[in-house]
């Protein structure tokens, strides 16, 4: 019910345009981040996946324009998914944040945000709301780019089942 669908579909025109995106999302925010990170790969865009401080040090000096930072960020909010938010932005990268409220930190910096609600026992987030979100962008990318899509999956298909990981 939070989705904008203006932003869902600028977001998938910046992921589009980008030479690479830069995927961030540290502590309970990885495995959206991961999940967001493969369907970038399986529509074939450039995608990096940078899960710590380190990652973001060593990769804050190659950021540019024509580069996108997406942030992936929720309750207790990452301080280095926020921080690249922040550098990107000030480098003139085109910033997208997916997050859980419009007050969280680095979404005044976040050129679109795309927002969910996420439900919690304690101190668990359940990822499912997030999930969601980017199961939209991986339709979007689908839509608009068809056969690439088809073709990476069709890949991956082939690899695993010839790997064992899979079965056919």
């Known amino acids: 019910d939070r989705l904008a669908p203006d932003q869902l579909d600028a977001a998938l025109d910046f992921l589009l345009a980008a030479r690479r995106v830069i995927v961030v999302g540290a502590g309970q925010s990885h495995v959206l981040a991961l999940h967001l990170h493969r369907a970038l790969q399986t529509a074939q865009i450039d995608s990096q996946l940078l899960g710590d401080w380190y990652d973001f040090l060593f990769d804050a000096a190659n950021f ?3 580069d ?3 942030g992936v960020t929720v309750w207790k909010y990452s301080r280095m998914t926020v921080e690249a938010v922040r550098f990107a932005r000030s480098v003139g990268a085109p910033t997208i944040l997916l997050t859980d409220a419009t007050y969280a930190p ?3 910096s976040a050129d679109v945000t795309l927002l ?3 439900q919690a026992r304690g101190e668990y987030m359940s990822p499912a ?3 969601a979100i980017i199961d939209c962008l991986a339709a979007g990318l689908a839509a ?3 056969e690439r899509v088809k073709r990476s999956m069709a890949l991956q298909f ?3 089942a010839a790997s064992g990981i899979a079965y056919r």
């Open 64 to 66: 540019g324009a024509e």
């Open 158 to 160: 082939e690899l695993g």
């Open 106 to 108: 680095g979404a005044e």
């Open 129 to 131: 709301a997030g999930a």
């Open 116 to 118: 969910f609600e996420w």
């Open 68 to 70: 996108v930072l997406f």
């Open 144 to 146: 608009r780019v068809p």
